[in-house]
């Protein structure tokens, strides 16, 4: 009988140690009670009492009267290295965000890498909240990142993985859950940037190329333009303001250009559409900043390598939104850590301000 009760006080101590290790609960946080331990583990109250007196005598939790057994800053120290995992839903991530993910993704792991921090992706294809639980218990996650590019997360789905306690951040403006911060580019200022800049070159007709209602990144944009319009006197006419659907980005760019009452500034407010809509401009030999003023949207790291790079047009007559995958992944990584420091802090909603870029320069 005491061989077992020692056997019991060891395993009881291991799952509490092993909980601290993967920062579920962290320093200066208390373990659960004795009787919630007993519960949890199917122990009685003297091993659950015995198990923590023991992580006490090697540093890893202090007692203190009339409130419990609180992690240490040895016990802190004595965690498994940070584990940061992607939660990812990016199913035809290419049409939406193309090789921004690819960026943004080395961005986060460049910066977890200097922090020591180690990071790996689970890709959620629709497994239960439980099968997920299991998989980021087995990576031994301590921090979550989740991205859902086409927002097919189901209702739920990020309350219940927030409940696990790690910290947590979304990536996309439909992620919304409790105790689950949001990093991202602040796109209704971005798009109202463009407006005004349209708006003090003269321009009153002002149109619209690209995706509009088909996701709350594009809601934001409209919402952001329309705005600045409206503010500026402008009556918002959104029959302007539509996509034009053919099988290729190059053949839409040329049937709205075609249009007869296209106005001459327009919004093009996504990655691709401004460099499709430049392209066909060239093919039918309309002359940019008279015949077409165009603002586009890029990312900073992405201007020169890519998004000028075969339209030098898009430097020289068209001016551009852009932002900065650094200051994304600095901020993510920053809130994490903020919120490993301090888990009760509310869930924040961080919006990064976006620039934007003159034509010629």
């Given amino acids: 009988m005491i061989h ?14 092993d909980r601290i290790s993967a920062g579920q609960v962290r320093e200066g946080n208390y373990l659960p009670s004795v009787r919630e331990v007993s519960r949890e583990l199917g122990c009685a109250s003297l091993t659950a009492h015995r198990a923590m007196k023991l992580l006490a005598g090697k540093g890893l939790v202090a007692a203190e009267p009339r409130h419990g057994y609180r992690v240490t ?8 290295q940070e584990v940061l995992v992607f939660i990812e839903d990016t199913t035809s991530y290419e049409g939406l965000l193309g090789d921004i993910y690819e960026t943004q ?3 986060l792991r460049r910066g977890a890498l200097a922090r020591g921090w180690i990071s790996a992706s689970l890709p959620y294809t629709g497994q239960a909240v439980g099968v997920l639980t299991r998989q980021l218990q087995e990576m031994r996650a301590s921090a979550l990142i989740f991205q859902d590019v086409g927002e097919r997360f189901p209702p739920g789905l990020l309350s219940e993985l927030t409940a696990l306690g790690l910290p947590a951040v979304g990536l996309d403006a439909s992620c919304v859950a409790p105790r689950l911060d949001v990093v991202m580019r602040d796109e209704a200022h971005g798009a109202a940037l463009a407006a005004e800049y349209l708006v003090e070159r003269g321009h009153r007709r002002i149109g ?20 600045a ?6 009556d918002l006419d959104t029959r302007e303001w539509r996509s034009v659907p053919s099988p290729t980005e190059d053949e839409a760019a040329r049937a709205f250009l075609q249009r007869p ?26 002359k940019l900043g008279r015949d077409l003023e165009v603002v586009g949207w890029a990312l900073e790291e992405h201007f020169e390598r890519s998004y000028v790079r075969d339209c030098p047009e898009l430097r020289e007559s068209c001016a551009c939104v852009t932002w900065s995958m650094a200051d994304v992944g600095r901020t993510v990584l920053a809130r994490i850590a903020e919120r490993r420091r301090e888990p009760d802090l509310p869930a924040a909603r961080i919006l990064l301000p976006m620039k934007l870029r003159e034509a010629g320069k």
């Fill in 4 to 17: 077992k009760t020692k056997k019991d006080v060891a395993a009881v101590a291991k799952a509490l140690e």
């Fill in 73 to 80: 800053g040895s016990g802190a120290a004595g965690r498994a």
């Fill in 105 to 107: 993704q080395a961005v």
């Fill in 261 to 286: 009452d296209r106005p001459v500034a327009v919004l093009a407010l996504w990655q691709t559409a401004a460099r499709s809509l430049v392209r066909a401009a060239r093919e039918m030999g309309l």
């Fill in 229 to 234: 319009l409206v503010a500026a006197g402008l």
């Fill in 208 to 227: 619209w190329y690209g995706p509009l209602g088909m996701s709350s990144s594009s809601l934001s944009r409209f919402a952001g333009a329309a705005e």
